[in-house]
């Protein structure tokens, strides 16, 4: 088995721990205990998943989450001594793949382990096929047909729409200005007073959040932007 796990945890004896549980399934282990390390790691490393701590001293693991979701698309499940629903909602909302409470199961994380890296591998060969499918959660784009898709829902966005969305998810994670927008979409100037974009944002919230007034795909960052 070729696969690697970056274990990234401040406590050094449960970065062990993993490690021997994962060493024993056949996968190699690559430890961090911080997530500034880890970062570096995945510079020189190939990484296939990582199991990434939410509290550490510098940089929490929601932090670096969000910088690795940038870089690198491999399974991210989170590890976290707190239960609350807030900080699972933080987690996964940073681009994470899974949440597990400490003090947790080993076993329970190695079937988890196994899960999150069949369902990447079984993407991965289906992008190598059809390499104009995009997928954000349970947001699919087939660039192709211009079909987009919400938890298998066929959504039906107008031309425009669906190059705004196409646009955000092509540079997930940074963020758009109106007018960056608009000129990429339009082909044209854009000019201040013009609302256009925020309407269609609009209207694309409608139709792919469950709730467009607290939306999970499109992102406004005040005074900036829009980002998914």
Same mark, same amino acid.
């Given at each position: 088995?070729?696969?690697?796990?970056?274990?990234?945890?401040?406590?050094?004896?449960?970065r062990?721990?993993?490690?021997?549980?994962?060493?024993?399934?056949?996968?190699?282990?690559?430890?961090?205990?911080?997530?500034?390390?880890?970062?570096?790691?995945?510079?020189?490393?190939?990484?296939?998943?990582?199991?990434?701590?939410?509290?550490? $001293?510098?940089?929490? +693991?929601?932090?670096?989450?969000?910088?690795?979701?940038?870089?690198?698309n491999?399974?991210?499940?989170m590890?976290?001594?707190?239960?609350?629903d807030?900080?699972?909602?933080? +987690?996964?909302?940073?681009?994470?793949?899974?949440?597990?409470?400490? $003090?947790?199961?080993?076993?329970?994380?190695?079937?988890?382990v196994?899960?999150?890296?069949?369902?990447?591998?079984?993407?991965?060969?289906?992008?190598?096929?059809?390499?104009?499918?995009?997928?954000?959660?349970?947001?699919?784009?087939?660039?192709?047909?211009?079909?987009?898709?919400?938890?298998?829902?066929?959504?039906?966005?107008?031309?425009?729409?669906?190059?705004?969305?196409?646009?955000?998810?092509?540079?997930? +994670?940074?963020?758009?200005?109106?007018?960056?927008?608009?000129?990429?979409?339009?082909?044209?100037?854009?000019l201040?007073s013009?609302?256009?974009?925020?309407v269609?944002?609009?209207?694309?919230?409608?139709?792919?959040?469950?709730? $467009?007034k607290?939306?999970?795909?499109?992102?406004?960052?005040? +005074?900036?932007?829009?980002?998914?």
């Amino acid at each position: 088995m070729n696969d690697k796990i970056l274990i990234v945890d401040d406590d050094e004896e449960i970065r062990n721990l993993i490690s021997v549980y994962l060493e024993n399934e056949g996968y190699q282990t690559v430890r961090a205990g911080n997530a500034i390390e880890a970062l570096n790691i995945l510079k020189t490393e190939t990484i296939s998943l990582i199991l990434l701590d939410i509290m550490m $001293p510098e940089m929490d +693991g929601i932090e670096a989450c969000i910088k690795i979701r940038n870089l690198e698309n491999m399974p991210i499940i989170m590890l976290s001594a707190k239960s609350e629903d807030m900080n699972k909602i933080h +987690g996964l909302a940073a681009g994470a793949d899974d949440y597990m409470i400490k $003090p947790f199961n080993p076993m329970e994380l190695m079937a988890r382990v196994k899960s999150q890296l069949r369902r990447y591998k079984k993407y991965n060969k289906e992008e190598n096929i059809n390499t104009n499918i995009i997928e954000v959660g349970d947001l699919i784009i087939n660039t192709d047909t211009r079909q987009v898709l919400v938890r298998n829902k066929d959504i039906r966005l107008t031309p425009k729409e669906f190059d705004i969305l196409e646009l955000l998810v092509r540079n997930r +994670g940074i963020v758009l200005s109106i007018s960056k927008i608009y000129e990429a979409v339009w082909k044209e100037d854009f000019l201040k007073s013009n609302n256009t974009v925020m309407v269609h944002i609009t209207n694309i919230r409608e139709k792919i959040e469950d709730d $467009p007034k607290n939306p999970i795909y499109i992102k406004t960052i005040w +005074g900036v932007g829009y980002k998914i």
